[in-house]
């Protein structure tokens, strides 16, 4: 099935570090979603972004929906054990009809101690 | 409030087997999307039901099917199961037709031998 491109595949950081990870699609979106995902769970919502442009900030998480709608962005300020995990990003086009999210691979977040 | 709930949360079967799954989405969500993920990768959609019809269906043999309940629950089958089918089995239910902002369940985790 379709998958987006999403990079950096995994990232290695210290901890207080800030991180940025990236999805592309070849197809246009009008919804982006960001997940992240432990180890034996199901994935956890964590930005919703519905509008080209869009920039939606959660705590320390900041993401955007790119304006040609075929990429977004997610940003981590000062990152901490905690976000270790495995973040997904996820979009949506619901064209008059219903259709289920397409995902990327995963970016793969470790906190070097 | 209670989020999406999924049964089992294991289960082990063999080749040729068939399997159902169930769950029930968060109260007031009336849409329930399943997701198939396979180890290493992101989730791929299965089928997504609104009010009881199936309103979207991804690239699944026709071993796969679905239904919703009255109460908006959902039960996935899988038939004839291949070892290709040991996977993470996830659901999601969103407030909306068009299944924007979707929130998962822990998932039930198959093993096919």
Redo the contacts between chains.
């Keep these: 099935?379709q998958?987006?491109n999403?990079s950096p595949q995994s990232m290695f950081i210290q901890e207080g570090e800030d991180v940025s990870m990236n999805c592309t699609s070849s197809s246009i979106f009008n919804?982006w979603?960001w997940?992240k995902q432990d180890p034996?769970?199901?994935?956890?919502?964590l930005i919703?972004l519905?509008k080209a442009g869009e920039l939606t900030s959660n705590g320390r998480l900041t993401a955007q929906f790119g304006i040609t709608r075929k990429d977004s962005f997610l940003n981590i300020s000062a990152s901490i054990p905690s976000d270790v995990g495995i973040y997904?990003c996820?979009g949506?086009f619901?064209g008059g009809?219903?259709?289920?999210?397409?995902?990327?691979?995963?970016t793969h977040l470790i906190i070097q101690p | 409030d209670a989020g999406v709930t999924q049964s089992p949360t294991h289960l082990i079967k063999t080749r040729g087997q068939q399997v159902t799954l169930r769950c029930s989405p968060i109260s007031g969500h009336k849409s329930v999307s399943w997701y198939q993920q396979v180890l290493g990768q992101g989730p791929q959609f299965i089928f997504q039901y609104y009010e009881k019809e199936e309103r979207g269906r991804g690239n699944f043999p026709d071993r796969f099917s679905a239904r919703q309940f009255p109460n908006y629950s959902s039960e996935l089958n899988v038939n004839a199961l291949l070892l290709g089918d040991s996977a993470l089995y996830l659901c999601a239910s969103s407030p909306t037709r068009t299944g924007q902002t979707q929130y998962f369940g822990p998932g039930t985790r198959l093993l096919v031998l």
């Design positions: 099935g998958q987006l999403q919804t979603l997940y034996g769970e199901g994935p956890v919502l919703a519905y997904f996820a949506l619901s009809g219903a259709d289920g999210l397409t995902f990327g691979k995963g």
